[in-house]
Structure formats: structure tokens, C-alpha cells
């Protein structure tokens, strides 16, 4: 994708340069107007509010104008040239947006604006999250650290079945030293200290571990001697860490074959429900479940046998991706800081008119403020503070906004389009017991897993009730009165038929 870019951008300079009779300019001349282009709809809506009267005398362009979805839009040559040549322009700034770089190199106007929404959120942008019933995208089953204890299930020896191999060496000799470092990048502590920190926790003298769940035995091999025992499952424990996040431990008990075999173990794999694990953490020892339970700095770690140093490195890293959630516009306090970044950006562009500018931020943000209250109004009488979705979960902002839990079929920017019979069920018995009204979606025309879900239910008859994300809106639905808030207006309408 850089590569076409490139060359879009290439020819567009090529192009522009030329100036014979008959020949098209691609940069058209400037027309003396303020030239704005946004990618989205919400970003448009809040250009056009705080330009006031001002709007019809600038040149606005909404470049997902065709109801493209922003995690499949490809910009055209013509959307190149429109940000070249632009004042100001508006992008998302997560991974949908990775075509952004390549376009803003190639600037005609050396004094355009650029503002990237999550770089003015900062550190209040979310990663993507993994709730239980969710259907995992694959390479992206991370576990869970946000759950209900009636989300947690009880699992069997299966699902640790087969060979495994610590980790250890492979921290030790260097080959996950590039994992350190990715640590750094995204964290708290140098790759030195994130090191040390592992060191402790990976530290075991047990190099392999064997799960035969058909026979229900492991066997420990610790410098080169094997061990076996005989187990029973004795049920979990929910773990509510300091960091606000939770895990779940499973509980196995020897009760026959070797003495060396530990008497007790404990798995964690970041799982709360049945399902095979991509690699796991271990508690073993002689004294008890309890003592085993206080152990949180040393977690010896497995990956299958038959992995090599660097894929297991290559897992690792993808892990610590971090996959931001870019439905930042879906909170209107959000909104709020978003809007006074456009502003201070159009008052610099256009010193003449920033008093109007700033009356106008002024105003809209009374507006946004005053829906912002009528939200946490309608979920402080709700009946409920749960809500559920057939569909992608844009609305995870809003929720945390509010203290609102939630269950979806697919994480927001997810691009299954399937769910399983795990996940429907799943969500079909969280209607039931948690007696949700109404199962929700985002707007398109095809909601067929909410419907799905309702007919799994045990009444069969909740309605589905749709929230829009204003990701297909466009400049059409805008000139005929569509507005930011008149969407998160009708929005909060069906949130509370959802909450009570």
C-alpha cells in the first residue's frame, strides 16, 4: 500500500507542476477559501459547528463520503491531491489510518494543520478488548482481564492437553531480548528491567511439561527426570489484581504416581471459559492451593514443544501490539477535547474570525456537556447497567464514560463477520439471565447475528434496537440535517430502552 501511495503522490507532484495551455491542474488554484478535509463524519460535523456562519464560506471535504466503513477505506489519487492542498486536516490516527503518512508527505501547503484524534487524547485512548463470549479473531485470543465471576466456567486437563516447554532458556540466551525491548516501548520500565522482572517470573528448573488428559496425568521433567502424577480437577480461583484487572486460576490435585510429581497445581492461561490453551502459566508445589494462591512474582511459562525460540518470539511480539481503539468520537467527553484542538487549529488558520470561532466552541460545548449529563442521568435511573451487542462493539468509550458493562459478539474495528455456536449461545444465555430488553447493533442493513442470538433466547421475542456509530454517515445525510449530536441524541433515546 505505501508503495502505490508513493507513486500517487509522485505523479500527483508531476502533474501539478504542469502549467501549458490545455493542461489540467491537479492542485487547483487557491480560491481564497479555508480548505478543510476531514476523514469522518463526526470530524466534519465539528468542523461545520464551530465554523458557525463561517462554513459556507469554507471548502469542507468528507473523504469516507460513499458510506465505506473507515477500517476498509483506500484513499484515491483525488484524496491525495484534496490533503495536499488542504489548511487543515482531520484524521483518526489508529492502524485504519496507516495510509495517512505516505498522503501527508506530499504537502502543497507548507502551513496545513494536521490533527490526529488519539494524539490529542493521549493517554486516554483505549486498546481494543477481549470480553468473554466475544468471538477471537484469529492470532488475536490475548484471554480476558475484565469479566463477571458468572462469566467463569469450570475446565478440564483437556484443554492443557499435549507436550510443552518453558520459556526460560529462551530469555535466558537472548532470543527474547527483542520482546524486552517492545516491553520498554509500550511500558513503564527499560528493557533491562523488564528482563529482570521476566527472569523472576519465567525462572523454573522444570524444562518440560506432559499433559495426558485422556489418562489425567502430567509429567514433570526437571533436570532430566521425569515425574508423573495423577490428577483431579478441584475447581478455580478469581484473582482481583492491584492493576484493576482480574485472572482466573484452575485448580489439580495429585492423587496417585510419582513422589517427585508436585501434589498441587495451578493453571493460568488468561481463559475464564473451556477452550484449548495457546500457552500457559504454572503453580506447583507440596504445601497447598492457599500457598500456591500468594504466589504472584514467579509464574513459570509454556509454549507447545514444538515451537522454535523464534516463533515463540514472533507470538510474544504480537501480543504486545497494542491494537488502539479508534471509535474515539463515540464519547462526548472525547468530543469535547476534540472540538478545542479544531478550534485552537481553525483560530490559527484564520486569526479574523477566532473570537467567532471560540463563541461558537463555546456554545458547542455547553451542548455536548448537557447530552454528556443526560447520559449519566439515564444510566443512574436505568434499571440495568448492562447492555449487549449482535455485532462489532464501537461503543466501548461511551460505556466506560458511563460504568456501563457490556457483551458483544465482535470487538469494534473486528473483521469477522461469522460468529461461532460458542458465541451465540453464549450471548443468547446472557440475555436470559441477565433479562435484557432488546438486543442491540451498529446501523446496516443486515443484523442477522442479533437475530440469531433472540432466537436462542428463551422468550424469542426481545427486539433488536440499533445504535449508530456514524461510520457509514455521509455529507448527503449531513446537508440534510444530520449532526453529531442529534445522532448521540437518538442514540441515547435507545440506550435507555436498553436499560430498562
Known amino acids: 500500500m505505501k508503495r502505490i501511495l508513493s507513486l ?53 471535504t468528507m473523504l469516507l463520503d460513499n458510506g465505506v466503513d473507515l477500517h476498509s477505506y483506500q484513499p484515491t489519487a483525488d484524496d491525495i491531491v484534496k490533503i495536499a492542498d488542504c489548511d487543515l486536516f482531520l484524521y483518526v490516527g489508529g492502524e485504519s489510518d496507516g495510509w495517512v503518512d505516505d498522503a501527508l508527505a506530499g504537502a502543497a501547503n507548507k502551513d496545513r494543520r494536521v490533527i490526529n484524534l488519539l494524539d490529542v487524547l493521549k493517554d486516554t485512548v483505549k486498546t481494543e478488548e477481549a470480553m468473554p463470549g ?21 475446565r478440564t486437563l483437556s484443554d492443557w492437553d499435549g507436550d510443552w516447554q518453558s520459556v526460560y532458556p529462551f530469555l535466558t540466551n537472548g532470543t527474547l531480548d527483542e520482546v524486552m525491548e517492545r516491553k520498554a516501548e509500550n511500558g513503564d520500565k527499560t528493557a533491562e528491567e523488564y528482563r529482570a522482572y521476566y527472569e523472576t517470573g519465567y525462572k523454573t528448573d522444570v524444562s518440560q511439561i506432559t499433559i495426558d488428559s485422556a489418562n ?6 526437571k533436570n532430566g527426570i521425569a515425574a508423573k502424577g495423577v490428577y483431579q480437577y478441584k475447581g478455580h480461583q478469581i484473582y482481583d489484581y492491584e492493576s484493576g484487572s482480574r485472572g482466573v486460576r484452575y485448580f489439580f490435585q495429585k492423587t496417585g504416581g510419582d513422589a517427585d510429581a508436585p501434589k498441587f497445581v495451578q493453571f493460568s492461561d488468561h481463559g475464564i471459559a473451556p477452550g484449548k490453551a495457546e500457552h500457559f502459566h504454572i503453580f506447583a508445589g507440596n504445601d497447598s492451593f492457599d500457598a500456591l494462591s500468594q504466589e504472584m512474582e514467579n509464574w513459570p511459562t509454556y509454549y507447545p514443544a514444538d515451537m522454535s525460540g523464534e516463533e515463540i518470539k514472533e507470538d510474544m511480539l504480537e501480543h504486545e501490539e497494542k491494537e488502539y481503539d479508534e471509535h474515539v468520537w463515540l464519547s462526548l467527553k472525547n468530543a469535547e477535547t476534540l472540538c478545542e484542538a479544531i478550534a485552537n ?25 448537557a447530552l454528556d449529563a443526560a447520559y449519566q442521568t439515564a444510566v443512574d435511573t436505568g434499571k440495568r447497567k448492562t447492555v449487549l451487542f449482535g455485532d462489532r462493539f464501537p461503543f466501548r468509550y461511551l460505556v466506560d464514560d458511563y460504568g456501563l458493562s457490556y457483551y458483544a459478539a465482535f470487538a469494534g474495528c473486528s473483521a469477522e463477520s461469522e460468529a461461532s455456536f460458542e458465541t451465540v449461545s453464549f450471548l443468547a444465555k446472557k440475555v436470559d ?25 428463551k422468550a424469542k421475542n426481545q427486539p433488536i434496537l440499533t445504535m449508530d456509530s456514524m461510520q457509514a454517515t455521509t455529507s448527503e445525510d449531513a446537508a440534510n440535517g444530520t449532526t453529531y449530536l442529534g445522532v448521540m441524541e437518538n442514540n441515547l433515546g435507545v440506550l435507555k430502552q436498553a436499560l430498562n
Open 216 to 221: 489425567n496425568t502430567m509429567c514433570f521433567v
Open 8 to 60: 500517487i503522490l509522485a505523479c500527483t507532484v508531476s502533474l501539478g507542476m504542469l502549467t501549458g495551455c490545455g493542461n489540467t491542474l491537479l492542485i487547483e488554484k487557491d480560491s481564497g477559501k479555508l480548505k478543510v478535509v476531514t476523514t469522518i463524519f463526526p470530524e466534519y460535523d465539528w468542523v461545520r459547528q464551530i465554523l458557525g456562519d463561517k462554513a459556507d464560506d469554507a471548502d469542507i
Open 134 to 154: 466475544m468471538q477471537a479473531e484469529e492470532g488475536h485470543n490475548h484471554g480476558y482481564s475484565h469479566f463477571d465471576d458468572s462469566d467463569v466456567q469450570e
Open 433 to 457: 439471565a441477565l433479562s435484557l430488553p432488546c438486543v442491540l447493533t451498529i446501523e446496516g442493513k443486515q443484523h442477522k447475528i442479533a437475530d440469531t442470538i433472540v432466537q436462542n433466547t
Open 345 to 369: 487549529a481553525l483560530e490559527e488558520l484564520d486569526e479574523q474570525n477566532k473570537d467567532t470561532y471560540a463563541a461558537n466552541l463555546t456554545a458547542y460545548t455547553d451542548r455536548l456537556a
